[in-house]
Structures are given as C-alpha cells and as structure tokens.
C-alpha cells in the first residue's frame, strides 16, 4: 500500500499523524477485503483551501471536513470484481497499485470536531480518513439505508484499528 501525503497546513497535532493516516488506510483496506495493492493520496489542508476546493467541486460554498475523490465506480460498493480484467488503466502502470483517490482533510474541522464531539484530535482525524476511505470504496450516506451501512462500517474499522469513540 503506497499512502501519499501532502501538507497545505501549519497545524501540529499531538499524535504522528503519518503513522495514524497509515493505521488507518490499512485498517479500511483489510476491513473491506481488498484484492490488490492500493495507492492513496491524502492531503491535510486549512478550511480556506477545502472551502475553496469545495466550491469549485461539489458546488457547495462552505469549508467542509473532508471531501474524497474517488478514481474507481463500482457496481456495488465494496465489491473490487472486473478491476483487473477489465479497467488496466484503474493501476498505477510504474507500481502496478490500485488507484483508489484522494483524501482531503482540513485540520482546522479536525481540531473543532474533536472539541466540539468530546475526543481527541487523532480520533477525529483517523476517523475521517476512515469514512473517506468508504466513499472511495462506493460507499455513501445520502439515503439512510446508506447511511446506516456506513456508520457501521466506520465503528468497525475504528474498532478494529483500536480508536474507538
């Protein structure tokens, strides 16, 4: 798993938040059944730059806590069937990894999330990768079928990862 990560922002966290972006990739990628290798980029920014990020892309003019651009469409959420055979341009052709998306954070919503639900910031942070990492696996939350499906995904990943709520 190749996990890129980029920095826009000045915040210092209290955790390595390199070590907790990897801890929770993996748990998410073991968590859904991955097949394959899979890269990810993350970028960790400021409400500024995700407001303006969420303005142009979504039509939305509002900063937001994390916005998730996925490479792949699945049929069926979760489901990694026929990537192989059937999209080769879905693979990094230097790695060979699955191209999964990108993950943009704000740490400032990080660091008023985590005061404003009661937990730490690394919990707030890992947690947002996690839910982020659902959209790039298909999942989404508009319906509340949906919604249900992947708020229980995410307690298990957490879970699953030791950061629980």
Do not use: W
Not at 4 to 28: P, Q
Not at 89 to 99: A, C, H, T
Not at 128 to 154: C, N, P, T
């Amino acid at each position: 798993m190749s996990l890129y990560i980029e920095r826009e922002d000045e915040r210092e966290f209290s955790f390595d938040a390199e070590e907790t972006a990897h801890l929770a990739v993996e748990g998410a990628l073991d968590y859904i059944g991955c097949p394959f290798e899979a890269e990810v980029n993350l970028l960790l920014t400021t409400d500024e730059e995700i407001h303006r990020m969420n303005r142009e892309h979504r039509q939305t003019d509002r900063a937001t806590d994390v916005l998730s651009f996925p490479m792949l469409e699945f049929e069926i959420p979760g489901e990694f069937s026929g990537f192989e055979e059937e999209c080769q341009d879905v693979f990094n052709p230097e790695s060979g990894e699955l191209m999964l998306g990108d993950i943009v954070i704000s740490t400032d919503h990080v660091a008023a999330q985590a005061a404003e639900y009661g937990h730490s910031e690394r919990r707030e942070y890992a947690f947002l990768i996690v839910h982020s990492m659902l959209h790039l696996f298909g999942f989404d939350h508009m319906e509340e079928g949906e919604r249900e499906v992947m708020e229980a995904k995410q307690r298990e990943i957490m879970e699953k990862i030791n950061i629980p709520r």
